[in-house]
């Protein structure tokens, strides 16, 4: 996903993130066949995930013309499946390690491709790009040279910060001027604070 967002900065153009995201999530799925759920099978919860997963893939390729308000639709629908799928997994016992990975997966990818559909329109800066790129960082970082602690738990703080992230990118769409520009500079700021405390908590002696 790093060279996916390298490709689309030299390009200009979101669709390098896509095929790359397909290949990733096939291996994520190839890798837990058969743990998808306790009982083995893909479920709702994760059938839901995937619908999410499928809605960011198609806002990576939005057409140029595409209006901001629209966009800005398809994060909120997101984020609210974002909610029912946990919501599912817990009521019907379908909690699973596949089933929360594939979750962070497609949080993820929302991110970085909200981040690029914002820098392709000219609504921000490089900057904004920050927090699609931390979270791959973060993982490729522990998998080159593991922290004494190992990943950090996701925090109620995390899950804040990341509804932030998500109000601002949709303001970002859906605004024009200075309120936009300052809630997705805000939710950058929480999240890029978040990511800190992660590596350092990561990386701190125990």
């Known amino acids: ?26 291996a994520l799925l190839v890798q837990a066949r058969g743990q998808f759920t306790p009982r083995g099978s893909f479920g709702a919860a994760n059938a839901v995930t995937a619908v999410r997963l499928a809605a960011v893939l198609g806002l990576a390729l939005a057409p140029a013309a595409t209006p901001g308000w629209a966009l800005a639709s398809v994060l909120v629908a997101v984020w609210a499946l974002d909610g029912l799928d946990g919501w599912i997994a817990r009521r019907r016992g379908l909690v699973s390690d596949f089933g929360t990975a594939f979750d962070a997966e497609a949080d993820a990818l929302l991110i970085l491709v909200a981040d690029a559909q914002l820098w392709q329109r000219g609504r921000f800066g490089a900057w904004i790009l920050v927090t699609g790129i931390l979270r791959y960082l973060y993982v490729l970082a522990l998998a080159i040279a593991p922290g004494a602690a190992g990943h950090v738990p996701r925090s109620r703080w995390a899950r804040l910060a990341f509804l932030a992230l998500v109000a601002g990118l949709t303001a970002g769409f859906a605004l024009r001027g200075t309120a936009g520009t300052a809630l997705a500079a805000l939710g950058t700021t929480l999240v890029s604070a978040s990511f800190a405390h992660s590596f350092w908590w990561s990386y701190r002696r125990r």
């Open 1 to 26: 996903m790093l060279a996916a967002c390298a490709a689309t900065l030299a390009l200009g153009r979101g669709w390098p993130i896509v095929p790359l995201a397909l290949l990733s999530s096939a």
